[in-house]
Structure formats: C-alpha cells, structure tokens
C-alpha cells in the first residue's frame, strides 16, 4: 500500500468526546471503482454520503499496535455521488482507552496519550484510466462529534441532539503518525452477527426495572423508542442478578459498563458504536417518562464477535449436556472479538494466553479460527522479549513477565491450529518464536533441564487451593517443568513438519524428561498426575492414571483441577482405561462439576466452579466473571472421545480421518458433526434395539475404530453394531 495521506488530529484536545473528521468532496466523471484505506489511533467509524462504510465493529481492531496497526479497504463505489462527504469518528477503543496496562507500561502509556488520529485514503478509479485521490491532510475538518464519552470498560454516552455549530469545526491538523507499522486487515473483522430479543422485563425488589435477554452475551443493546428532545435512557448492564434478586454489578469491578442516550425529537433508534458490554440483564437508570414506561420491544440485544465460520456441533440425549455446550459455545462467541479474552465484561478483557492455549483445541472445532488465531499470534511473535519471553497477554499491555502454561500459548496454539486445518504455513510463521519461548525457559531456569524459579499462575483456580489463594495445591516448579517438556516436545514435532533441523531441541527432550522423573517420583494432586501422564513424563503413565483415578474417587468421584489440568483430565482417565469415570465427571450435576453451573441456570461458562455458591452467595466480587470460556475446553473431549473424531498427527487437518467412538449408557444417543477442510465428519452413536449403533460420515478415507476393532473404509456414510 503506497500511503501519501497524512495522519490528521483535531486541532485541539476533544478530552472525552470522539472528534468526528470531515471532507466533502465534487466528482465530474465517471467512477469506475474506489476503495477507501482507512485507520485510526483508537476505533472509528466511517460514513459516506450518510450510509456506514462497511459492517466491521471496532475496526480497525486490536493489534500490539506499535509493531502492527490494521488499516482496512473498503469497496465504496456505490456510495459515491456528484457531491460527497466523508465523515469518520474516532472512539478511544484499545489504543486510547483504559486497560490496565497502560499507566504501568511506558511504552503502552505513550500510545495512550496519542491524539484520537486517523489516516485515510480514497482511491477513485474513473472510466477514462484516471485516479484521483481524496487522503487525509488539513483540508479536512475536525470537531467534536455526538459521542460525548467513549470507552470499552465504561460505556458510551450519544448525545442524539448535540448541533454541532459550524464555527465550532476548524482544520485538522496533520501530525506524525506511524506508517511503519501499518498492515493490511489480517484477522476477520469483527460484526454484529447476531440479535437477541428482550425475554422479559420485571421489577426487582429494590425496585429496579430490569430487562432479561435470557442470554449471556457479548456485544450492546439496541433501543428503539419515540421520545422527546433530551429525554434520557441510561442503561446498566450485569451478568447475574443476586441471590435477593436484585442487579447485580461488583463483578465488572471497576468497569462502569454504562450507556447514556440522549435523545432527539421523535422517533428514533441507537446503538453504542465504540464499546461493548458483556452482559444477560440490562437496569432502566433513565427513561422518558420512567422506567416503568420502558417496553419489551424497545431493547433488542445485538451479539458481536469475529466473523469466524461456525464449523462444530455436538448434541445428545442429556439436556444439562446440550445446555453446557450451548453454554461453551456463546462463551467462544462472547470472547472472540479479535482477541481471545479472558471475559468480556470486567475491567479486563485481555488476550490472556493461558486461557487461549487451554482452550483452543475446542475453539477449533466449534468454529474455523485459523485466521484469527494467525493474527494473535502474529503479535505474540511481534510482542515476544528479545530473550524470549512471552507476556501474560497478548497484545502485551502487561509487560514481559512470563509464567508458566500461560507463555506455553507461544508453542501450543500453531501446533493445534496445524493439527485442526492441516496447513503448515502457521508453524514456518511462528516457529522462530516457538524455538524462543523454550530457549527462554532454558534461560531462565535455576536448575538445568527444568524451569524453576520465577513467577506463576500455577494451576489457577484450582479447587485444592488453600483458602486465600487462588493458585491450586499443584507445586508450581511440576507444572513449569512439564509445560517445559511440552513445549520442547512440540517444537521437535513442528520442526519435522517443516523439515528444520531440531537437533538442538532432541537433545534436550530426553534430558527434561529424565530431569522431570528424578525430580518428581511422587505425584501429589489431580493435575501433578494429569500433567505426568497426559505429557508421557511419568517413569509409568498407568500408574500416574491409576493414581489419579482413585483420587478423583476419593474426592467423591469430583474434580478438583484448575485452569492447568482441568483440559486434559477426561483424555488422561479414557486413555489409561477410565472412561466410566470419564463420564461420570461429565455428567455429574452436583457441585464441583461442568454441569453444576448449568443447574443455576449459567447460558455461558463460568471463571469459577463455584461462581454462585450452593447457597446462592457468590465466589467473590473480584474474580467472578460469569463467561469465562477456560472451562468450556471440554468440549474437545466430547468431539474427539466421547464422538471420537480423533486429531490425527499424521494426517492433520483430518485428511484422513480417524473416528473411535466411547458411547455410555447414561446416554441415549449423542451426534457430533464437524466441518473441516475435506468435508463433513460426522459421528453418531444411538441405542437401538439393545444394541449400539453407530452411523459415521466421512469425505475421506477414514479408520473407524468400534470396541476395539479398526475397519478401513472410504468415503460416504457407514453403519456399525457393537454391545450395549
Ligand atoms: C484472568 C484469567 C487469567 C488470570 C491469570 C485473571 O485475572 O481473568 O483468566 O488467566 O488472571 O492467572
């Protein structure tokens, strides 16, 4: 892209309103195409001629913004006419706005005292071969806008009657804006994608109006009402109501999470342009003539997130189940707006790779995100320490710390973004930073061979953790020490594919192997023996399963994994011979369980086991988000054991496919479906006539694996029979 625009700013400081730029511009001749380059130093949104340009929410999205800034191109031939205006405001969003890492981190404190700047350029092609160019610089105007306030933890207030006075709008002025860093759009774009409608409305006993979507969800309301010149409707928003009843906001912590319309004269509609909110329930503060006057029709709830291609199904006779993972899915929706979240609702929000890499494999098979997790990476590579190190987040507005299985999101993601597509191009991407994140480790070590010392998450949230705490009992040095061997394994793995030479890297496997097993003969929680046998590190994996089927037992057949082992607990028990006890962790409704959050009622996955207690209290108001997707990664158990659509190493990308289905008897019947690169795989598995029968779609040739026994066959649907 050959930029000769300028970036412009107003010429004064707008404070808390979004400076809205302006160009009106004549054009003579024939258009034949044009296609305007567009970006700015917050979120903007731009209208020609009085119609949006384009659909994307939020654009131009978030970037670790001082290696890569996004810049769009939109088609805009049909907007334009003999006379044009152009008009572009611009929110704080991610660059400007509050996120916690800014007054810590100079470098992100500096970006967010830049000016609100934007930077666009309209290329007209007219009929004859000419072009014409309409860019940014000081011919065009800036002012303040209808947008009073804008911020994604805080809200957003519209002022629908604001007048802006001619005399109010001077001449941008142009600045030095970075160019160097300007990429073109690489992730999806973020979209509203879809609406929820009001469920019902009701009055709380503190006497609050209070309008329930029914759904936990990501994204704003939209209001549609008559109403009068400056009437108010302010909106609060919540996930939970209390265990009285009432609105319910402590969890978003400091997060004001509010919307403010002013209205004008008439009837009228809006939605917020530059934030949003995470929330099921919606508190009238202010509306014409009361919140009792407020109507069910005047809210619609519309859900925003990337534009990923849903891509996996699973359903079953077990409607707790179908709840969990309808809930597993709105928390993949509610959390994938260009970045995978944490959550969306708190003052948070963050690219947290722990989280990323925990849930990914079943991100992957509910939707297509190579794309998206193409993009994230990218800045993970762009924002790794020149030693390696990988931040808690990504983009890094945190600083460079590391700690362990959250920096492991470096090697893990583009190993199972190959697996799920089968497309190598994101190791040879990101396989400099993959060889980093271990030499990192290897660095920064006090003993050779595993990573002990520094600072870590451990197994977060981890139910054996000591009152107080929210780290898990699972010792810190294990957990850093088996993502070490995981990590290094991986980059052996991506290496091969790539034809690199790993040499380096196999030689030190076998000696953190060697290194893990004299360290740690003994395992002491849930997760020491999920991570020793699901990583094959233990001296006898078997023994490390059998161990850790008797304590599941022990605990009275329970969980009581954190965000470390919680993943690949149910792998570890149906791989060592303990399926049963697979499902019953699966299926089991009292608390601490998957399904137990479904019993109170959750429409999305919670941060914690026991974000609502039994007796209806909550965990905590600081670390209490209600769609937190973490937990969701069971669903890749679901799909690849209990369906049995296996990922496949030796033909990624279920080129081959290989299907070993475990049906139990708690269940009638369960379907799993899922798009991939060479078709539809599906799996189905049902009681019928004493028996069970399997129904299973391949495109490929495919082994299907029944009760043991594996049959080649090749594409097109197959039926088999096995014992009940
Ligand atoms: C986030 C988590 C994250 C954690 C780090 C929390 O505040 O919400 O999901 O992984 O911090 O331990």
């Keep these: 892209m050959d930029w000769h625009a300028q970036w412009i700013q107003p010429a004064e400081n707008l404070g808390d309103v979004s400076p809205l730029f302006e160009k009106k511009f004549p054009l003579g001749k024939q258009v034949q195409s044009a296609t305007l380059y567009i970006t700015a130093l917050g979120v903007y949104e731009a209208e020609l001629n009085g119609q949006r340009v384009g659909t994307y929410v939020l654009a131009p999205g978030w970037t670790s913004y001082q290696k890569r800034l996004q810049y769009q191109a939109y088609d805009v031939t049909a907007l334009l006419q003999a006379e044009n205006t152009l008009r572009v405001t611009i929110g704080k969003g991610w660059y400007r706005g509050r996120l916690p890492g800014w007054e810590a981190n100079e470098c992100y404190n500096e970006l967010h005292k830049a000016p609100a700047g934007m930077l666009a350029q309209l290329e007209i092609r007219y009929r004859d071969g000419r072009r014409e160019d309409i860019a940014t610089d000081d011919t065009w105007t800036a002012g303040e806008s209808r947008v009073r306030f804008s911020e994604l933890y805080d809200g957003e207030t519209y002022d629908a ?11 941008a002025v142009c600045f030095h804006g970075p160019y160097d860093c300007l990429i073109p759009q690489q992730g999806e774009e973020i979209r509203e994608k879809e609406q929820v409608r009001a469920a019902r409305i009701f009055t709380t006993p503190k006497g609050e109006t209070v309008v329930d979507f029914g759904q936990n969800l990501t994204g704003y309301v939209a209001i549609s009402l008559n109403a009068h010149k400056g009437d108010i409707v302010e ?74 291609r849903r891509t996996g199904s699973l359903c079953c006779s077990n409607q707790a189940l179908n709840q969990l993972f309808a809930n597993i899915l709105w928390g993949q929706k ?46 993970l590579a762009a924002d790794q320490g020149a030693d390696g190190s990988v931040g808690h987040v990504i983009p890094n507005v945190l600083g460079n710390e590391s700690s362990a299985a959250w920096g492991d999101a470096a090697a893990i993601c583009p190993w199972e973004i190959y697996l799920a597509y089968g497309n190598p191009d994101i190791l040879s991407r990101q396989f400099a930073s993959m060889k980093q994140w271990v030499r990192y480790i290897t660095t920064h070590t006090r003993k050779p061979y595993l990573w002990t010392g520094g600072t870590h998450f451990g197994d977060w949230l981890g139910l054996d953790a000591p009152s107080g705490s929210y780290k898990g009992l699972t010792r810190d040095d294990l957990i850093a020490s088996a993502f070490y061997a995981h990590s290094t394994d991986l980059v052996i793995r991506a290496g091969k594919v790539l034809g690199e030479d790993v040499s380096e890297f196999e030689a030190l496997y076998p000696r953190i192997v060697d290194a893990f097993q004299t360290m740690y003969p003994q395992y002491e929680t849930q997760t020491e023996c999920v991570l020793a046998a699901h990583f094959k590190l233990a001296k006898d994996c078997q023994k490390a399963a059998d161990q850790l089927a008797d304590m599941v037992q022990k605990a009275g057949t329970a969980l009581q994994t954190g965000f470390v082992g919680t993943p690949y607990l149910l792998h570890v028990l149906s791989d060592y011979g303990y399926c049963d006890l697979a499902y019953s962790l699966l299926v089991r409704e009292a608390y601490p369980s998957w399904l137990y959050p479904v019993t109170k009622g959750a429409t999305t996955i919670w941060e914690h086991w026991d974000g609502i207690k039994e007796n209806g209290d909550f965990w905590s108001k600081d670390m209490n988000s209600f769609n937190h997707y973490a937990y969701g990664a069971v669903a890749d158990w679901v799909y690849g054991v209990a369906a049995g659509i296996v990922r496949d190493e030796a033909h990624p990308g279920y080129a081959k496919v290989t299907v070993a289905p475990h049906p139990d008897k708690r269940l009638d019947w369960l379907k799993a479906a899922l798009e991939t690169r060479h078709g539809l795989v599906r799996s189905e598995w049902k009681k019928a006539d004493g028996m069970w029968r399997y129904e299973i779609e391949t495109p490929v040739d495919a082994t299907i694996t029944i009760s043991g026994t594996a049959y080649s066959v090749s594409r097109g649907i197959h039926t088999f029979y096995s014992a009940l």
């Design 161 to 171: 009657s604001f007048v802006p006075e001619k005399a109010s709008r001077s001449a």
């Design 235 to 308: 909106l609060s928003h919540a996930e939970v109501m209390d265990r009285q009843g009432n609105f319910y906001t402590e969890n978003y912590r400091s997060a004001k999470a509010k919307y403010c319309y002013i209205c004008k004269e008439g009837p009228q509609t809006y939605q917020p342009k530059f934030t949003y909110f995470g929330f099921r329930y919606i508190r009238i503060d202010a509306f014409p003539g009361g919140a009792a006057n407020a109507k069910l029709e005047d809210f619609t709830a519309v859900v925003v997130y990337s534009d990923i």
């Design 334 to 379: 509610g959390n994938f707006l260009d970045v995978p979240t944490d959550c969306p609702q708190r003052d948070e929000r963050l690219g947290w790779t722990g989280d990323a890499q925990v849930f990914i494999r079943t991100a992957a098979l509910n939707f297509d995100v190579e794309k998206f997790f193409t993009k994230w990476l990218a800045d």
